[in-house]
């Protein structure tokens, strides 16, 4: 009896050490299953978040997955070449050599360092490692090309369609039609696989994005709109239509538009080192000056440099007129930058700012000289015309006058009636009243129904032959300006001039009937006025 109650405390204990046992193994399955399920979650997000070229928020999800998981590892390649991290990203792609995914971005590595043939012979490798059930290989070696130079895009098309005989999948249509946009006539192919992977919940969003870059290429630029405000509406975690639209809206010199494009993308994107830089240049382009300043100083403060930063600076503080630290920027700019890499705008500048130094103005030229020599531009007049007003600003009319001139000798099409106006007066206020007189023919010539053009040969002619009233040899361009205007009244101001110089030279000439018509003009318009009413009373 005692043993038989012995033996079933015994199967009893039993019993409940296996009831436990169950447990916890239930329970350890169940935390490997939810690790297991955490993970893999976990890498979509990241592959999600490179496919949205936002590398380093991948990287800070892949790297504690990728020393056991090829997978990982091979995002974790991928976001270093977005990075452009190349050793880098071989370094890793090599922890895996074995792995078709890896060897894959080992071929990318090659492509980017010109070794296409060894690049085709490890994707070669890696195709011969699909099978029906697994058609990856097949995606990883036409991505390669895809994503990469050096390769022959007809190939990845082959491999891609070979890899949707076993299943088409969004990565695999967005693929393709990527690959398509490098083939000469592709894009309409291109087209009808971004909307295949349209359907794709998943792949919509960056579907609807590369719809719209496809119809920006295109210039249909409704549509391309369209496009990427389904794919913001899809997504709104996706910032990459924000950056096409602010790329887009910066090439059309759209800068107010460009910068409110560049802070959505900035407040959805990793906000890389480029995207920041980008962005203080827009709020250059956009006027937004101290703002483009202190956004570049924030940069350098964190250890960001790079030459051109400076010039971005120094052009916002030449616009600040905070002229003294823009040329201590620009002298660091030329310090730190590449002679081959200096634009004509570098010197245009520098120049302007030697003339806001009253011991260096005559340096300018010489700068202004070294701009022009380097613009490879056909249409140079933009540039002519912002030294000639840069000239004007400094009141060294003369000097203005020459450089509109060139304006006028370039024969360029953007030639305007006022280049001739401004070349002529310049040189008038500068006292080469001969040039100024030429340049006011040629003017007068071309445009013989603009008024101003004769009024400042009168001008001129007065100033230069007859000073003195004596000679009358204004007298006929004068009057043909005021048949011109039908004697405005709103032209005030060169009505007087024009009155007293005609008033003038007639009563000194003894021509008293003009004297006296000029003069009874003049006082209308000028009661009171000293010159017509001494000539009046003398005539009385």
Do not use: C, H
């Given at each position: 009896m005692h043993r038989f109650i012995a033996l079933k405390k015994i199967r009893n204990i039993k019993q409940v050490e296996m009831r436990n046992l169950v447990k916890k193994t239930s329970l350890l399955f169940s935390i490997l299953c939810l690790s297991y399920f955490a993970q893999a979650q976990t890498l979509t997000d990241a592959v999600k978040l490179y496919q949205y070229n936002r590398f380093e928020s991948a990287k800070n999800i892949l790297i504690p997955l990728a020393s056991g998981d090829p997978m990982a590892n091979y995002y974790l390649g991928l976001c270093e070449i977005g990075l452009e991290n190349y050793n880098g990203a071989k370094a890793i792609f090599q922890k895996f050599p074995d792995d078709p995914a890896n060897q894959a971005g080992i071929a990318r590595?090659?492509?980017?360092?010109?070794?296409?043939?060894?690049?085709?012979?490890?994707?070669?490798?890696?195709?011969?490692?699909?099978?029906?059930?697994?058609?990856?290989?097949?995606?990883?070696?036409?991505?390669?090309?895809?994503?990469?130079?050096?390769?022959?895009?007809?190939?990845?098309?082959?491999?891609?369609?070979?890899?949707?005989?076993?299943?088409?999948?969004?990565p695999l249509h967005i693929g393709i039609g990527d690959v398509y946009r490098k083939i000469q006539g592709g894009g309409g192919n291109a087209m009808t696989n971004y909307e295949y992977a349209e359907q794709i919940p998943a792949?919509?969003?960056?579907?609807?994005?590369?719809?719209?870059?496809?119809?920006?290429?295109?210039?249909?630029?409704?549509?391309?709109?369209?496009?990427?405000?389904?794919?913001?509406?899809?997504?709104?975690?996706?910032?990459?239509?924000?950056?096409?639209?602010?790329?887009?809206?910066?090439?059309?010199?759209q800068y107010k538009l460009s910068k409110e494009n560049i802070e959505k993308y900035l407040a959805l994107s990793d906000k890389s080192i480029d995207d920041q830089i980008q962005y203080a240049n827009t709020l250059f382009l956009a006027k937004e000056y101290q703002t483009a300043v202190n956004k570049m100083q924030?940069?350098?403060?964190?250890?960001?440099?790079?030459?051109?930063?400076?010039?971005?600076?120094?052009?916002?503080?030449?616009?600040?007129?905070?002229?003294?630290?823009?040329?201590?920027?620009?002298?660091?700019?030329?310090?730190?930058?590449?002679?081959?890499?200096?634009?004509?705008?570098?010197?245009i500048n520098y120049g302007k700012l030697m003339l806001k130094d009253s011991l260096k103005k005559g340096e300018a030229n010489s700068y202004?000289?070294?701009?022009?020599?380097?613009?490879?531009?056909?249409?140079?007049?933009?540039?002519?015309?912002?030294?000639?007003?840069?000239?004007?600003?400094?009141?060294?009319?003369?000097?203005?006058?020459?450089?509109?001139?060139?304006?006028?000798?370039?024969?360029?099409?953007?030639?305007?009636?006022?280049?001739?106006?401004?070349?002529?007066?310049?040189?008038?206020?500068?006292?080469?009243?001969?040039?100024?007189?030429?340049?006011?023919?040629?003017?007068?010539?071309?445009?013989?129904?603009?008024?101003?053009?004769?009024?400042w040969q009168a001008r001129t002619i007065e100033t230069s032959k007859d000073k003195e009233y004596k000679n009358g040899a204004a007298t006929e361009k004068y009057k043909n300006w005021l048949t011109m205007i039908n004697e405005d009244p709103a032209k005030k101001k060169d009505l007087i001039k024009a009155y007293t110089y005609l008033s003038l030279s007639a009563y000194n000439m003894n021509n008293k009937t003009d004297a006296l018509l000029y003069s009874n003009k003049l006082i209308a318009i000028d009661p009171g006025n000293s010159v017509a009413t001494q000539i009046i009373s003398n005539l009385k």
């Open positions: 590595i090659f492509f980017i360092e010109n070794k296409a043939p060894e690049a085709m012979s490890m994707l070669n490798s890696v195709v011969g490692k699909a099978k029906k059930k697994n058609y990856f290989p097949l995606q990883y070696a036409a991505d390669a090309i895809t994503y990469t130079d050096g390769g022959d895009p007809n190939m990845a098309v082959e491999w891609y369609k070979k890899a949707m005989e076993s299943e088409r999948t969004g792949y919509a969003s960056l579907a609807n994005f590369k719809k719209g870059d496809l119809w920006y290429a295109a210039k249909n630029y409704d549509s391309a709109l369209s496009n990427y405000a389904r794919a913001n509406s899809l997504d709104e975690s996706n910032p990459l239509p924000y950056k096409a639209l602010a790329d887009a809206y910066y090439n059309i010199k924030e940069l350098i403060g964190k250890g960001v440099e790079k030459a051109y930063m400076y010039r971005v600076i120094a052009f916002s503080q030449l616009e600040l007129k905070d002229y003294a630290n823009a040329k201590m920027n620009m002298d660091k700019f030329f310090k730190k930058q590449d002679p081959k890499k200096v634009i004509p705008l570098d010197y202004f000289e070294k701009g022009i020599a380097i613009d490879t531009a056909s249409d140079k007049a933009p540039t002519y015309r912002s030294i000639a007003e840069a000239y004007n600003d400094a009141e060294e009319y003369l000097n203005s006058g020459i450089w509109y001139k060139k304006i006028i000798d370039s024969n360029s099409p953007s030639t305007e009636a006022v280049d001739y106006w401004w070349s002529g007066v310049m040189y008038y206020y500068g006292k080469d009243y001969a040039n100024a007189e030429a340049v006011l023919n040629t003017f007068a010539e071309k445009y013989p129904a603009e008024p101003t053009a004769i009024l």
